[in-house]
């Protein structure tokens, strides 16, 4: 077979071809140059990312008679030697080679000189798969080798290589390449080819490749072969069995909007696309991911999602309308049915009720789903639209009656004054605060560590303070239980006691027929009161 692929015909030849990994082939270079090269190196990192190739170009820089800025010049002797490969230069794949017997048949020719170059290289790859007694035979032979003798091992799994191996070895962390990276590098090897491939769909082929070069060179290649020299989006996310980026906007604004129908039938477009489910789910997750992000640090984290000014914006567009909470709960899920989808015959079903789920939260009243809720409230009073029940398909009542508080909490009145301040049971602080004040910097205190539970427990509407009790009563019978869970409690338990020492927490529901109504037109059929 005449062809190769694109990832072994553009091969980095030079140190400086090797691209996004500069902290590392700057020492190299530098190690050349002053005749400084180590008898031993570990280069560790994900796939793709230039291992092999690094240690490559190490290999011929070794050897070079005249290296040019510590690059091997390709012009003397020793590079043209090795310029198709040398029985010097040595590669052996351990994941294939790993017994103690393949590790000792190295070592019996370690002694003998070179035959061509001025060093022997063995470059062993994939040198985690070694067993623990081939190790163990490397050791002393790692250590102190021969002058002519240099060592490289690629791993991609430095924490399985024994700590005894790694302190006998420069070790070197390639980091796997961004997409500005990635797409840099297919547009100068596409022109080299006189082949084109649009910029969305070089920009969906450097994600899919996750940090790796190799992978995003394979992906380009199927492109070019399947469409041609030139390759348009469409087709790009047809190879890889993705959904466009548009597409995903599409199906998060369905379920920030909390329309399941659409959701459902967007979903329906995906399977009768032939598109795949799994790639569909962990792109949609990303999404969901990318919209988090934007909506806790802004434009910030552009660096962090690795994507354009174009898609930052976009972004931010998105995660406006949409709550923290909404979007943290939304992305867990789909990350849970990501890890369940290989185990299903029927895999639709999952992402459907996935979808459902994150469309209507309503109809599961954990806490995150109520602080959810409360969360969307708040965004829809803040923003003057009236606040709408989605379980309830009647006109929405008006913002007074469908919400039991306005936006911020109406300071509450005391049902039972404190203990004088010469009490025993209270100290002087507390009664100073009163019921109500410490019961704010419990909230305070709470908000740092689990914002859904503090958001519940400022919506407490009666307080008290006697006998080293504080009684702080809700209107809300839901908020009321959630709070007393064992888990919440015991969090308001501490934190009071780091407030007042010695006091003891009773959380009561009240507010008679009242609060019941206003907590139904909140909640709707969901609400369930025993």
């Not at 190299?28 to 180590?38: D, R, T």
């Not at 469409?234 to 129908?261: H, I, N, P, Q, R």
Request: proline share 5%; hydrophobic share 40%; with cysteine.
């Amino acid at each position: 077979m005449s062809y190769r692929a694109l990832y072994r015909q553009y091969r980095p030849a030079t140190f400086n071809e090797v691209i996004g990994q500069e902290h590392i082939t700057t020492i190299l270079k530098n190690q050349v140059k002053a005749g400084m090269i180590s008898h031993a190196y570990l280069f560790a990192g994900s796939r793709g990312t230039g291992k092999t190739s690094a240690a490559k170009i190490l290999a011929r820089a070794a050897n070079c008679l005249q290296p040019q800025e510590g690059e091997p010049c390709g012009h003397c002797e020793a590079c043209l030697r090795t310029a198709q490969g040398n029985v010097d230069i040595v590669e052996l794949d351990a994941a294939s080679n790993n017994g103690v017997e393949d590790v000792r048949a190295i070592l019996d020719k370690v002694r003998y000189t070179p035959l061509e170059l001025k060093t022997k290289v063995y470059i062993i790859d994939e040198a985690h798969a070694l067993s623990p007694n081939a190790f163990n035979a490397l050791l002393k032979t790692l250590e102190e080798p021969p002058a002519h003798i240099l060592f490289i091992l690629a791993t991609t799994e430095p924490q399985r290589i024994p700590a005894t191996i790694i302190s006998r070895c420069q070790r070197m962390d390639f980091h796997r390449l961004t997409v500005r990276d990635m797409t840099a590098r297919m547009q100068d090897i596409l022109a080299q080819l006189g082949a084109t491939i649009e910029d969305e769909g070089l920009l969906a082929i450097a994600r899919a490749a996750e940090g790796g070069m190799r992978d995003a060179l394979s992906l380009a290649d199927q492109c070019l072969s399947f469409c041609g020299n030139h390759v348009a989006a469409a087709d790009v996310y047809g190879v890889l069995g993705s959904m466009e980026d548009s597409f995903l906007y599409t199906m998060a604004d369905a379920l920030l909007s909390c329309d399941a129908g659409q959701a459902l039938a967007l979903l329906d477009r995906v399977v009768r696309d032939g598109r795949d489910l799994k790639v569909f789910v962990h792109d949609f997750a990303l999404h969901m991911r990318a919209l988090l992000l934007t909506k806790l640090c802004g434009g910030a984290c552009s660096d962090i999602l690795d994507c354009t000014g174009d898609a930052m914006r976009r972004y931010e567009a998105q995660a406006e309308g949409a709550g923290e909470v909404r979007l943290l709960r939304a992305t867990e899920l789909l990350l849970q049915a990501e890890g369940k989808l290989k185990n299903l015959s029927l895999p639709r079903v999952l992402i459907e009720s996935t979808l459902v789920r994150i469309a209507q939260p309503e109809e599961k009243a954990s806490l995150y789903d109520l602080a959810e809720r409360i969360e969307k409230l708040e965004q829809q009073l803040k923003n003057g639209v009236e606040a709408v029940n989605p379980t309830q398909k009647k006109a929405a009542p008006s913002i007074g009656e469908a919400v039991p508080w306005p936006e911020s909490p109406p300071p509450a009145e005391e049902t039972a004054s404190a203990p004088p301040a010469q009490a025993p049971s209270s100290p002087p602080g507390a009664a100073a605060e009163g019921p109500a004040g410490l019961w704010r910097q419990v909230v305070h205190l709470l908000e740092a560590e689990d914002k859904p539970l503090a958001v519940m427990a400022r919506y407490a509407k009666r307080f008290a303070l006697q006998d080293s009790v504080l009684e702080v009563g809700f209107d809300s019978p839901v908020f009321q239980m959630a709070l007393s869970k064992p888990g919440p409690f015991e969090k308001l338990q501490g934190f009071l006691q780091q407030v007042a020492p010695g006091h003891a927490l009773r959380l009561t529901q009240g507010g008679g027929e009242d609060a019941e109504q206003r907590a139904r037109a909140l909640f709707g059929d969901a609400l369930k009161i025993e």
